[in-house]
């Protein structure tokens, strides 16, 4: 099977849900760009271009847990999205991941099934998440 480079993952190594997103990916055929934004950092440009492919705004896609974000006080209501946004350029860890963008679209991958919407084909199954819990079954079909 030729691999096809049409999909983007911004990813974070150490995040067991980005782990297994890239896997689905590359199990499905794919040899994707992978972009650690931990280490490359983020541009504005770059995340509201995904945030609006996305359909999120910088407060759906803040990672509050295992992040800076409450002692930064990003998890008060009252803290606008461009002040958001202006912390996550600062502390890339900020934005939740992974993002994937594909042909088809882009999206926050949590839970990691979701990238399965983005993907022309599935990895051959079965096929689980990090959790164990299966997302495509021994005959090559999405679960749930």
């Known amino acids: 099977m030729t691999a096809v480079t049409d999909v983007v993952i911004f990813h974070n190594p150490a995040c067991g849900t980005s782990r297994n997103v890239l896997k689905v990916i590359e199990a499905a055929g794919y040899a994707p760009t992978v972009i650690d934004y931990l280490s490359e950092g983020w541009t504005r440009p770059q995340l509201l271009a995904l945030f609006a492919a996305a359909g999120l705004t910088p407060r759906d896609a803040l990672r509050t847990s295992k992040s800076p974000a409450a002692e930064l006080g990003l998890t008060?209501?009252?803290?606008s999205d461009a002040a958001i946004l202006e912390a996550m350029l600062k502390h890339p860890v900020l934005v939740n991941r992974p993002i994937v963008a594909t042909a088809k679209g882009v999206?926050?991958?949590?839970p990691s099934e979701t990238v399965l919407d983005l993907l022309d084909r599935?990895?051959?199954g079965p096929f689980a998440k990090e959790d164990g819990e299966l997302m495509v079954d021994a005959d090559g079909k999405r679960v749930g």
């Open 107 to 110: 999206k926050l991958c949590r």
């Open 122 to 124: 599935l990895p051959p």
């Open 76 to 79: 008060d209501p009252a803290v």
